[in-house]
């Protein structure tokens, strides 16, 4: 892991008008992920991740704060520039895969390569799928395949224009066991070859405890989880009323 930054974030602030009045999302977050890192967020539902997410994405903007994306002060950019710098250094895996019902695997992959001008874009799109284990579902579409086979694909597709920041929003939410090792496995190695910095918002322990580092989201404030805090929630006790057994 290198001494350089790739995200620096400076008492970021998200506020949002609603019907009761102004609603303060994001807190004062600060926090800094040195380029090749790997960082999950945890946190109760509705507590910011997925806000923060959108904000070093530069898919959202600030209501105050800065964040610096691979030496870039986001702030400084307009839409346009935003937009190129996305194309350029970011991807984005969702829970629910995201990809485009009317095309199939390869083109899916290849639809991001393609966008940034990539010449041999299929070529391209055929070696990741291959690294994810898909060389056998190339022409399938997204109905046809499982929900850990769409996840891959959108790995392949994540990683297709080598980003500098992968962002993940509970990658693994809608995958059973099996296919959430898979999917974390594939998105460590990726990362580890490639030196992109993965910062991924999480609800499993298991993947969450393979980052470098653990973050805790409470409230829209953001702080450091110690390796001890992580151990002791994945060993407390599932409560029987929390698996529907009341
Ligand atoms: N555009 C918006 N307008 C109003 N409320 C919002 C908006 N976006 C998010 N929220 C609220 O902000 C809180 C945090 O949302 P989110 O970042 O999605 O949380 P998480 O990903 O941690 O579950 C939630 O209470 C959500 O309802
Ligand atoms: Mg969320």
Redesign the pocket.
């Known amino acids: 892991m290198s001494e350089i930054s790739a995200i620096t974030v400076k008492a970021l602030v998200k506020s949002?008008a609603?019907q009761e009045g102004e609603?303060t999302?994001l807190n004062g977050i600060n926090m800094d992920v040195k380029q090749g890192q790997s960082i999950a967020i945890l946190?109760?539902?509705?507590?910011?991740?997925?806000?923060?997410l959108g904000l070093l994405a530069a898919l959202d903007s600030p209501s105050s704060g800065e964040i610096i994306l691979d030496g870039v002060a986001l702030h400084s950019l307009n839409e346009e520039k935003k937009a190129a710098l996305r194309k350029q250094k970011v991807s984005f895996i969702f829970q629910s895969f995201m990809l485009v019902d009317t095309l199939n695997a390869l083109e899916n992959v290849m639809l991001p390569a393609e966008l940034a001008g990539i010449n041999n874009a299929k070529e391209k799109a055929q070696s990741m799928l291959e690294r994810v284990g898909l060389s056998h579902r190339l022409t399938h579409f997204p109905n046809q395949l499982s929900g850990g086979e769409q996840q891959r694909v959108a790995i392949a597709r994540a990683f297709i224009c080598e980003p500098k920041v992968l962002f993940a929003?509970e990658p693994t939410g809608n995958l059973d066991a099996a296919n959430s090792q898979k999917v974390a496995d594939m998105l460590f190695e990726l990362n580890r070859e490639s030196d992109t910095t993965l910062v991924l918002?999480t609800h499993d322990l298991a993947l969450a405890k393979r980052c470098e580092r653990q973050l805790l989201?409470n409230s829209?404030e953001l702080s450091e989880d110690s390796e001890m805090e992580t151990q002791k929630r994945a060993h407390k006790p599932v409560s029987l009323h929390s698996v529907g057994v009341s």
């Open positions: 949002v609603t609603l999302i946190g109760p539902s509705g507590s910011g991740k997925s806000t923060l929003d918002v989201m829209g």
